[in-house]
């Protein structure tokens, strides 16, 4: 089954103690992403990677690292969360290849992450 | 900023159609119409997409005005499953820099 899987889906942490969120698909999708959603302020880009090795920032990328070393994974990183960091985090994928392409957007089913 | 205006909310009774609309009048001549929703808190899930003819899967159908400033989602037989946030959105289709810009959406209430 065509996927994007998240780990962890929920997440209690205190400030200041690093912590990766994974993001792993299985459709050899080029184009990966995350997104964050808070109340009021919609979906917002954190970070995307075109393919293996590009990596750039999208709107909010304060605060978070990623990279992108196999084409399978993206993994999200906060290397010293803060609570403005409190949030739902989605990844997402997409091919990048213009046979039968759509553009649809996969996303994983969220990560739900508090820092107090 | 969303390219998009969408109602915040809208009702619709089960087994009835819902219509959903958009407008988007700034769309450029080569951007695509894009429909996702979100249940609860979910990720978001594709729903259809087209440029400037109608277009319709087995979820819904998109009918797009002739002008392209305008747009409407219709779920032909609403049930209480499709109660969600229905984002429209607009974007080029071979775009891997540009993402997905999702406004704030319509949420539609199915009830029974």
């Known amino acids: 089954e065509a996927q994007v899987t998240q780990n962890p889906r929920y997440l209690i942490t205190v400030t200041g103690k690093k912590l990766t969120v994974t993001c792993s698909q299985n459709?050899?999708?080029?184009?990966m992403s995350w997104y964050r959603q808070d109340p009021g302020l919609g979906l917002r880009q954190i970070y995307y990677?075109?393919?293996?090795?590009?990596?750039d920032k999208g709107d909010v990328p304060e605060g978070y690292k990623v990279s992108r070393k196999e084409k399978r994974n993206f993994p999200l990183i906060l290397e010293s969360p803060s609570p403005n960091q409190t949030s739902l985090y989605f990844c997402?994928?997409?091919?990048?290849?213009?046979?039968?392409?759509?553009?649809?957007?996969?996303f994983g089913e969220g990560s739900r992450l508090t820092v107090l | 900023d969303a390219k998009t205006t969408q109602p915040p909310s809208m009702d619709c009774a089960e087994g009835r159609a819902a219509n959903l609309p958009c407008n988007h009048s700034?769309?450029?001549?080569?951007?695509?119409v894009y429909w996702y929703r979100q249940i609860h808190s979910q990720g978001p899930q594709y729903i259809i997409h087209?440029?400037?003819n109608n277009e319709t899967n087995e979820m819904a159908s998109l009918i797009i005005t002739e002008d392209r400033k305008s747009s409407t989602l219709i779920l032909p037989h609403a049930t209480l499953r499709d109660t969600a946030v229905y984002y429209c959105i607009v974007s080029l289709l071979f775009s891997g820099n540009t993402p997905l810009v999702f406004g704030k959406g319509t949420r539609l209430s199915v009830i029974a």
């Open positions: 459709m050899n999708h080029e184009y």
């Open positions: 700034t769309i450029s001549g080569n951007e695509y």
């Open positions: 990677s075109m393919n293996v090795e590009v990596t």
């Open positions: 997402a994928s997409r091919t990048s290849g213009r046979a039968a392409y759509t553009g649809e957007l996969f």
């Open positions: 087209g440029l400037k």
